[in-house]
T-cell receptor, first 111, second 116 residues
Framework: KNEVEQSPQNLTAQEGEFITINCSYSVGISALHWLQQHPGGGIVSLFMLSSGKKKHGRLIATINIQEKHSSLHITASHPRDSAVYICAVRSNTGTASKLTFGTGTRLQVTL | GAGVSQSPSNKVTEKGKDVELRCDPISGHTALYWYRQSLGQGLEFLIYFQGNSAPDKSGLPSDRFSAERTGGSVSTLTIQRTQQEDSAVYLC??????????????FGPGTRLTVL
């Protein structure tokens, strides 16, 4: 079993739909990261959170430390949101900056 | 300002050859990371440099892999005697300091390595 599991693996939505991507992890963490990888391969860091909720534009990330679970929500989805969304965790032991990654969720938003 | 840059963007090599991949982090960033993304796989941590501290090499898959960071800036990832399973996109990232609420990680565009 991977330390970081994401679901779904693939997701297709119509423009305007509310989207949720889930991430579960099995280790103690100091923080969780959400990343976006564009079709061309470039990776952008979206959120880094260790508790509660963060919002940036149409993106919302939440984390429940007790349940070892995080969700990434996209409101009013748009075709430009099409990308791979990657969850990564920073363990609370060992190297503070070492990330363990999920395999990603491929999102396709259609018109 | 300039982001993280990597060179070459693509590298095709023959099995058994050595390759060097270069990363130029954002100026002033003390932390530098190398990751690997194999086809259909998730990102995999390779090595982490922070300032003058000893690097965390725990992610390097074999002793054919090594990395240096000269002068606290440019880094080179070297793969000796390349194998076909080394084919992947190698990504570099940097951050102002160790990852925290205040230090975001910025990724380079990657080097796509193909070993024939």
């Amino acid at each position: 079993k991977n330390e970081v599991e994401q679901s779904p693996q693939n997701l297709t939505a119509q423009e305007g739909e509310f989207i949720t991507i889930n991430c579960s992890y099995s280790v103690g963490i100091s923080a969780l990261h959400w990343l976006q990888q564009h079709p061309g391969g470039g990776i952008v860091s979206l959120f880094m959170l260790s508790s509660g909720k963060k919002k940036h534009g149409r993106l919302i990330a939440t984390i429940n430390i007790q349940e070892k679970h995080s969700s990434l929500h996209i409101t009013a989805s748009h075709p430009r949101d099409s990308a791979v969304y990657i969850c990564a965790v920073r363990s609370n032991t060992g190297t503070a900056s070492k990330l363990t990654f999920g395999t990603g969720t491929r999102l396709q938003v259609t018109l | 300002g300039a982001g993280v840059s990597q060179s070459p963007s693509n590298k095709v090599t023959e099995k058994g050859k050595d390759v060097e991949l270069r990363c130029d982090p954002i100026s002033g960033h003390t932390a530098l990371y190398w990751y690997r993304q194999s086809l259909g796989q998730g990102l995999e941590f390779l090595i982490y440099f922070q300032g003058n501290s000893a690097p965390d090499k725990s992610g390097l898959p074999s002793d054919r892999f090594s990395a240096e960071r000269t002068g606290g800036s440019v880094s080179t990832l070297t793969i000796q005697r390349t194998q076909q399973e080394d084919s992947a996109v190698y990504l570099c990232a940097s951050s102002r300091g160790p990852l925290s609420s205040y230090n975001e990680q910025f990724f380079g565009p990657g080097t796509r390595l193909t070993v024939l």
